[in-house]
């Protein structure tokens, strides 16, 4: 055999070995996934203010942990809050359905719409249509209990992998920047381009939590305090509700809203309807389409239909994490298919023209 097939040979089997000991490793970490995920989110958040305060302390570890105690006072500790919240008004609302106010506030709005003369030739079965809304009402009740309950229902497991999540923060806050200078000469596409899909990975992943924490945050405040003032039951799962589906553009929390505004309107709650529509119309809304174009600015670079369409994806495929993880991955697909579209330019230069 030739030194140039063994030499062959050995360079194949170096990268079988690669890519086996790379898959191996992946898979042992696939349990604290979106842990680290979080981490590195979260990190690229707050690297700003770990830059500046390194600026003035020139200490990295110091630095380092002072914006870890901002992170659990301005987020981990609010989210604890926040859930327990939930967990028991999502109770009080899902037996409300059935026996209390809002089952009672369904029942007639379904019969105002059976009755109506334009909808009596529909011959609308009231019965079916109550329990088919019943049923969607308490599935977004149910999810919400299901969701916050598989977080803490193996305590052993969920304070591991928040252990995780802790400490790979503090080393992505501290060494973020090594570690991506490092991942960039490791990849074989070559340092710059490495860096380039970093930094898209970073700008995506910021702008959509900048509209998620401001905007989502602001809309599901105002649209709480509005279902809080006209009494509707369940205010703060609204609330979240408004938070959740404001990532989708086009579409936002009006959803939530909207039909919640008809529903007091045909039931004869006049002042609550309108109220509900008037404030979600020309406050809320507004809100979206005032701070959604200077915060995302030029940080994501994808049409408002593939954001639409990777926000629902991620969210279908990864859970709660999916409406920021869809669109870095439509970032990421975007940017190396450009990058494919460069190289191509470069090997395929245009051709001369001839004299005619």
């Not at 629902?312 to 990864?318: N, Q, S």
Request: glycine share 10%; hydrophobic share 55%.
């Amino acid at each position: 055999m030739e030194a140039k097939d063994t030499e062959k040979i050995r360079t194949a089997f170096f990268y079988v070995v690669l890519v086996t000991v790379t898959l191996a490793f992946f898979y042992m970490l696939k349990t604290f996934f979106f842990a680290i995920f979080w981490a590195a989110v979260i990190a690229i958040l707050f690297s700003p203010l770990y830059r500046r305060l390194h600026g003035w302390t020139s200490a990295p570890n110091l630095s380092a942990s002072l914006v870890l105690v901002v992170i659990v006072l301005l987020i981990i500790l609010p989210a604890v809050l926040v859930g327990t919240l939930l967990v028991g008004e999502s109770l009080m609302l899902y037996d409300s359905i059935d026996s209390g106010p809002l089952g009672v506030k369904l029942k007639i709005f379904l019969i105002g719409i059976k009755n109506h003369p334009f909808l009596d030739r529909l011959h609308i079965d009231e019965a079916l249509l109550t329990q088919k809304i019943a049923d969607i009402a308490k599935g977004v009740t149910n999810f919400i209990v299901a969701t916050l309950s598989n977080l803490t229902q193996n305590t052993f497991v969920f304070i591991v992998k928040f252990g995780v999540m802790l400490y790979a923060l503090y080393f992505f806050i501290r060494d973020g920047k090594r570690f991506v200078g490092a991942l960039g000469r490791m990849l074989p596409i070559g340092d710059a381009r490495g860096r380039r899909l970093f930094e898209r990975f970073a700008a995506t992943a910021r702008a959509t939590l900048k509209v998620t924490v401001i905007i989502g945050g602001l809309q599901g405040a105002l649209g709480g305090i509005l279902f809080f003032v006209t009494g509707i039951e369940g205010a703060l799962i609204w609330g979240l509700l408004m938070i959740f589906f404001s990532v989708i553009p086009g579409i936002g929390c009006s959803i939530v809203w909207a039909p919640a505004g008809v529903i007091l309107l045909a039931t004869g709650h006049l002042w609550e309807g309108i109220t509900i529509l008037a404030v979600g119309v020309f406050v809320i809304s507004m809100v979206d389409n005032l701070l959604r174009p200077i915060l995302l600015g030029r940080d994501v670079q994808m049409h408002a239909l593939l954001i639409f369409l990777s926000t629902l994806g991620g969210i279908a495929v990864f859970g709660v994490s999916g409406f920021i993880l869809g669109p870095i991955l439509a970032a990421l697909l975007l940017a190396v298919w450009e990058m494919h579209g460069e190289s191509q330019a470069e090997e395929d230069p245009a051709p001369e023209k001839t004299p005619g």
